[in-house]
């Protein structure tokens, strides 16, 4: 099976990890030092979250300010609407910032979050029930 690496760049590696730690996430110290952490979303799908030194080492050309310009969506599941409104609560207690309003698309419910890099996260319910 595969396994995802989304890398993101942060500002600030130690107040990431105390926001995304806040939102109930675990980390993978075998792949986290002092410029990564490695965050566990899933069995096989991870965040990294590199300082923007490091993030620059992977890319060509400038990293990207997602303060000026939103340059990835990182969409995950809940699976319920209580999880989307519970999430986006404690992500916003956690120092995030609202990005759009609640959305809601047939049978999916959803909220938006900027993180405090500014990246930007999205929380969704899929009723799979028809209802």
Not at 31 to 45: G, H, K, L, Q
Request: hydrophobic share 40%; charged share 20%.
């Amino acid at each position: 099976m595969r396994m995802i690496f989304v890398n993101l760049p942060v500002k600030d590696l130690a107040a990431t990890r105390r926001f995304f730690g806040a939102l109930g996430f675990s980390f993978n110290e075998q792949y986290s030092d002092d410029t990564a952490i490695c965050m566990v979303v899933d069995e096989n799908i991870y965040v990294m979250h590199l300082t923007e030194e490091k993030f620059a080492q992977f890319v060509t050309g400038k990293v990207g300010d997602p303060e000026q310009q939103t340059q990835v969506l990182t969409c995950l599941s809940a699976s319920s609407r209580q999880e989307v409104d519970d999430l986006k609560a404690k992500a916003l207690a956690a120092g995030g910032r609202e990005w759009k309003p609640n959305m809601e698309f047939g049978p999916m419910y959803g909220c938006s979050f900027q993180d405090i890099s500014g990246n930007v996260w999205e929380i969704m319910y899929m009723d799979q029930t028809g209802g």
